[in-house]
């Protein structure tokens, strides 16, 4: 279960079994890859059979088309292979899946190696990196196809669109075969050579598989395998006009970079026969070898409460909905990174969620409990009085301060203790003081004793209101023998603990109260634009006293604020000695009925 590479948790528990691990389980049992080859490189399979044994027991990989940000479901495919790859001494490769001229971007691809690497994972393996480019495999792609023209398994077609779809057929009735279905392989390979040499026009003619017009797999029938489209590629620039279309262009991907375990999403369950076809077919004209790469399918997540589909994320940055790509509300991994939300944390969710061959909805509050479990381990422990109002301590003398002592951690005292300073004023929570107590309310009202954390037991003597009404300022008189760690300090026993900042010595912070950014389960449903869904209360800002220590806060630390949850400093926001918070996510779960 252990491999030299990129793991750094070894302390997190084994994952679950799921029917992925049980085929790879299986083909490792039977020995099916032992002896392959790997040329160091991606190539065919002369390549290959030039090359070293293969030091990797399985391959998958994880290939992102460059056109849009990472969201929480690409992160269950990160972890999904690359915990695969880790798990059984294997690698993943990060691909980038460029091979569609249009609207692939750097800024794209420099972010999702980033987010992969933040989630914890790399693709240094056995002394290489593992970062491909689709779009350098044309060359490949494009011999594949005259591969396949010259055993007379692929054709150029001069139907319009319009014919190429009605000719296709229904579910119910078999497709009819194209008049240009039978032509001779020297017209075929000279055709394609002409579209590739941009004699013919955009959308003039494809070059198609030629399998059966009839299959009840209506991918089988005739797919499309390229076209003609004069766009320039970030990579290629103006070397080609005829793009492969994905569905050739993938299994032909994983092929060459001898992928063992090639995972994807369900809906690309229709495709495998292709996928099998076209490998089998390559691999008898001898450009390819066995073992071939096998694809596998599982249920793409589906969280509650979050759009996760491109189309919709796209809408909301550019309605500006939200304030931009990593808005913390927004399910895309910069968002939830600048949220607070840890890599731990989507590990551990993605264990936790399991992988399987049925959609399901998978409910938000499970990604919260992971993101909370991990920031209980991980984060200090600070005060924070995010609604303040007044507490003077009548009795205590004018200008003095002392020095009380606060846990860091209380799973981990080795951590130690901080030091913050109690004075006369201090700020407490409006919500911790009532005129009129509530039944069962053991906090501050008139006549009633609490404790001060970390300090001393003080009992409540009056309150200040304004001329609207609202308290400003509660008093109270501390009882001396009570300081929280000295001896006899609980004697006088009390129902209530709060927590306060002394006012001389607290810093004044803006912070961030984040919620969900749809107030429905399922935004959209129903028929429903999913923008009438949108929370229209997902954030509001408050001005927070702090204990002093959190000025130092660094962008991008977490604390839990006792009694109120996660925060961390905004990694964008905040400047030296001066940072600002966001909530990253609450205690308890409010949303709880
Ligand atoms: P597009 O509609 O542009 O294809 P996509 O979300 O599929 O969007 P890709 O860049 O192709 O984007 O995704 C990369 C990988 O992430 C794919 O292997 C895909 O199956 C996986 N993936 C995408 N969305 C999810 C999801 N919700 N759950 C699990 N895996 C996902
Ligand atoms: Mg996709």
Redesign the pocket.
């Known amino acids: 279960m252990s491999s030299e590479k990129t793991s750094n948790h070894s302390s997190a528990p084994a994952p679950a079994s799921n029917f992925i691990r049980a085929i790879i389980e299986k083909d490792l049992a039977q020995n099916k890859y032992v002896h392959k080859k790997w040329a160091g490189s991606p190539g065919d399979a002369a390549q290959h059979a030039a090359g070293e044994s293969d030091p990797a027991k399985i391959r998958t990989r994880?290939?992102?088309?460059p056109?849009?940000y990472l969201?929480?479901?690409?992160a269950?495919?990160i972890c999904l292979n690359f915990g695969l790859a880790r798990d059984y001494n294997g690698i993943c490769h990060m691909r980038f899946?460029d091979t569609n001229p249009e609207k692939e971007e750097q800024e794209y691809v420099d972010s999702i190696t980033e987010m992969v690497q933040w989630l914890g994972f790399g693709w240094e393996a056995f002394g290489q990196s593992h970062l491909y480019y689709a779009s350098n495999y044309f060359d490949w792609m494009y011999q594949a196809a005259e591969a396949l023209i010259s055993k007379g398994l692929a054709y150029v077609d001069q139907q319009t669109a319009d014919e190429m779809r009605a000719n296709r057929g229904t579910l119910t009735e078999a497709g009819k075969d194209s008049p240009y279905r039978n032509r001779s392989v020297e017209d075929n390979l000279a055709l394609f050579r002409e579209m590739r040499d941009g004699k013919h026009a955009d959308g003039s003619m494809v070059l198609r598989a030629k399998i059966d017009m009839a299959s009840p797999n209506i991918n089988m029938r005739d797919p499309a395998i390229y076209r003609i489209k004069r766009a320039h590629h970030h990579n290629t620039g103006d070397q080609w006009c005829i793009y492969p279309m994905y569905t050739f262009a993938h299994p032909i991907e994983d092929a060459l970079e001898q992928i063992t375990h090639s995972?994807?999403?369900l809906e690309?369950e229709d495709q495998r026969p292709f996928y099998d076809w076209l490998l089998e077919r390559l691999a008898e004209a001898g450009f390819f070898a066995h073992p071939l790469p096998k694809q596998y399918e599982?249920a793409?997540?589906?969280l509650t409460y979050v759009v996760?589909s491109?189309r919709k994320l796209i809408q909301l940055v550019e309605e500006k909905h939200v304030s931009g790509w990593d808005d913390p509300r927004l399910p895309t991994l910069a968002g939830a990174r600048r949220r607070g939300y840890t890599p731990e944390g989507f590990r551990l969710f993605a264990d936790r969620i399991g992988v399987s061959k049925a959609d399901s909805w998978i409910e938000y509050t499970i990604l919260e409990d992971c993101m909370r479990e991990t920031l209980n381990e991980a984060a200090e422990r600070r005060i924070a009085v995010l609604d303040p109002i007044k507490l003077v301590i009548d009795n205590y003398p004018e200008g003095q301060s002392e020095d009380c002592f606060a846990p860091n951690h209380p799973l981990k005292p080795e951590l130690g203790k901080r030091t913050i300073q109690l004075s006369k004023t201090l700020w407490i929570e409006r919500e911790d003081f009532m005129e009129v107590p509530s039944k069962g309310y053991f906090r501050l009202f008139p006549d009633n004793m609490v404790r001060l954390r970390y300090g001393y037991v003080v009992k409540c003597t009056g309150f200040e209101k304004d001329a609207a009404g609202n308290v400003t300022t509660v008093h109270c008189e501390y009882l001396p023998d009570t300081k929280s760690g000295t001896p006899g300090s609980d004697s006088v026993k009390v129902k209530g603990n709060i927590h306060w900042v002394s006012a001389a010595h607290a810093y004044q912070a803006e912070i961030r109260m984040y919620d969900r950014l749809f107030k429905e389960a399922h935004p959209g449903s129903a028929d429903r634009d999913f923008l009438d869904d949108l929370n229209p209360n997902s954030v509001t800002t408050v001005t927070a006293q702090l204990e002093l220590a959190l000025q130092d806060a660094k962008p991008a630390e977490s604390f839990q604020f006792e009694r109120h949850g996660y925060f961390v400093a905004d990694r964008k926001d905040s400047v030296v000695g001066k940072p600002v918070f966001n909530r990253t996510v609450t205690l308890r779960d409010a949303w709880q009925k």
């Open positions: 994880f290939p992102p088309e056109n849009g969201h929480i479901g690409h269950k495919s899946d995972i994807c999403t690309f599982f793409r997540l589906n996760l491109k």
